[in-house]
Each structure stands twice: as C-alpha cells, then as structure tokens.
C-alpha cells in the first residue's frame, strides 16, 4: 500500500510539472489556444479577462514611446511657434519654477477620494484624469490654491501612479480623511444637491469635491455624507447665472476651474460660461443680480471657445 502511495505522489507530481498553473502576469499577447486539429480549447481566463488585460500590456508596451512622441511633437509645436512669432504661454520646466514662486490663496480645494469601493476601474481612471487636469488648471492660475487629496487608498495610489512623477506633483497627498486632518468649522462640501447657495470663496475654508465617477447611480451621496458629519455644504450658483439643457452636474474639474477662475476674481456669471463646455447648452441669464431670479433666463444660446 505504502508503494502505491508513493506512485500516485509521482503520478501527481507529473500532472503538475507538465501542465504548468499559468497567471496572467505570463501572458503579453493572446495565444490562441488551440489543439493539434485546429479546435479552439478553453484558455485559462475568460476572453473579457484577456482582452482587458492585454490592453494593460499594450499600454504598459508603449508608455515610453508615447511620451516621446508627445515630447518630440511638442518641441515642433515651439519651433513652429517661434518661427511665426506665437506665444504658447509657459513651459513644463517654466511651470515648475513658478509654482515655488507663485504665492498661494489662503483657500484649500480638497478632492475626497473614499468612494473608491463605488467605482468601476474605468470609472476610477477617469477621476484620475480629471484630477490631473485640476492640477494642470492650478499650476496655470496666476493665484493657485492649496490643493490637497484625502482618503488616497492603495486602488487611488496603483491608478496614480500610470502617471510618471505625480509624487513631485504640487498636491499635498493624505491617506486619511479630511476630517481628521482640517477643523470642521473650515470645511465646507461643494453638492449639487445642497438647499445653499454660495456667493464667495472664504479665507482659511477648505471646499471639497467628491472625487466620484458614479452616472448618477448615487445620487445625493455627497450631500448625505456632509449632512451625517455636521460640515457645512453648499452648491454653485448656476441657477443664478446660466440656464442649461442638461442636468447641473458638473465634472471635478469643471467644478475646480470655476472656483480657481472666481477666486482669481472673474465674475461668476463669466467664469461659468468659459468652463462649461458646449454639451451643456447653457443660457445667459438676464437678472444677474436678482437672487429670486433664478428662472428668468433669456432663450439666448451662448456659445464660447471649445475647451
């Protein structure tokens, strides 16, 4: 019995040796998984899985190159632009000196990143990018805010960091909540769905914004969160301003150019109307100053410069 044993040991042994246990960190392109008479054989993971992740493979591939490309396009773009005499504004190298000499408002965006658990990865990419463009926004303002990102979970950092150097960026990073690093009576959260209304930025306040990509499947989830935590909360005075066909829910970083715009002191009504883009239909609104006009607006398109 004892030498049967051990046959059926080698016999396992051998199943494991030639059929090797594969992950999908040994694939970099799909095998075609098929038997000596040409018949497809199942793979290893499902064909969605494979596709997802050979996307990840490809764009991991051709990182390097891509920024190359984009460096050597953007070296043509300022000889062009020399050669006709263009302004293109400040370099990256020009952006990162005036960033240590800019001094910054006393007023503090926060982007709260805790929905993570909420998002779908595609959904969680798309926050990163609109915070990348928040940051871009900010290093351009002539008065740039603080800018800080709370609640920065491992899911956050591993999206992150497909951007080269955004630890060098000029946000300050915390993996806690706002509200055990900021006063509560400094904090005030920016929803659409909150019953106030505001009319200017204060010093010393910090206003945040949900870092959530969600399509409206939770609705109010901000507002509810400020509400259960006793911070103030108030929403954008678009109904004051502008009319629009669609609903007023605004993208992270339209909300974080509007403020930064406001606070450089463009007026609201002009600030707005510069950010938001041409989807949003909106309307001038004829009784700026009137507060209970918020539905007198004219039936005039406006129509700005594509962002």
């Not at 990182?63 to 190359?68: F, I, L, P, S, V």
């Not at 190298?93 to 998002?119: C, V």
Request: hydrophobic share 30%.
């Amino acid at each position: 019995m004892e030498f049967e044993s051990n046959e059926t040991n080698d016999l396992d042994l051998g199943v494991e040796k030639n059929f090797r246990q594969y992950t999908l960190f040994d694939i970099c392109k799909d095998p075609g998984l098929k038997d000596d008479e040409g018949n497809e054989v199942p793979r290893p993971f499902t064909k969605n899985q494979m596709r997802k992740w050979l996307k990840k493979v490809r764009w991991e591939n051709n990182k390097q190159g891509k920024r190359a490309k984009e460096k050597a396009r953007a070296k043509e773009r300022r000889r062009n632009a020399r050669v006709a005499n263009i302004d293109l504004g400040p370099s990256r190298k020009t952006l990162k000196k005036m960033k240590l000499e800019k001094p910054k408002k006393d007023i503090g965006i926060i982007i709260d990143l805790s929905f993570d658990h909420l998002m779908m990865e595609k959904d969680r990419f798309k926050v990163i990018k609109q915070i990348l463009r928040c940051y871009s926004i900010n290093r351009r303002s002539e008065t740039p805010l603080q800018f800080h990102i709370t609640s920065l979970g491992e899911k956050a950092k591993s999206d992150m960091s497909r951007h080269n150097g955004f630890e060098n960026w000029d946000i300050e990073y915390h993996e806690q909540p706002y509200t055990e690093i900021f006063p509560k009576d400094k904090l005030v959260y920016l929803s659409s769905e909150s019953d106030n209304v505001i009319e200017k930025f204060e010093e010393d306040t910090y206003y945040i914004i949900g870092g959530l990509v969600d399509h409206n499947k939770h609705k109010g989830l901000c507002h509810k969160i400020a509400v259960e935590q006793g911070i103030r909360h108030c929403q954008l005075p678009l109904n004051k301003y502008v009319n629009m066909k669609t609903r007023k829910v605004l993208t992270i970083d339209h909300v974080f150019e509007i403020v930064v715009k406001v606070c450089e002191g463009v007026p609201w009504q002009d600030a707005i109307l510069d950010v938001l883009p041409h989807r949003k239909g909106a309307y001038i609104c004829n009784s700026s100053n009137d507060s209970n006009a918020i539905d007198d607006c004219s039936k005039v398109q406006i129509v700005h410069d594509s962002l």
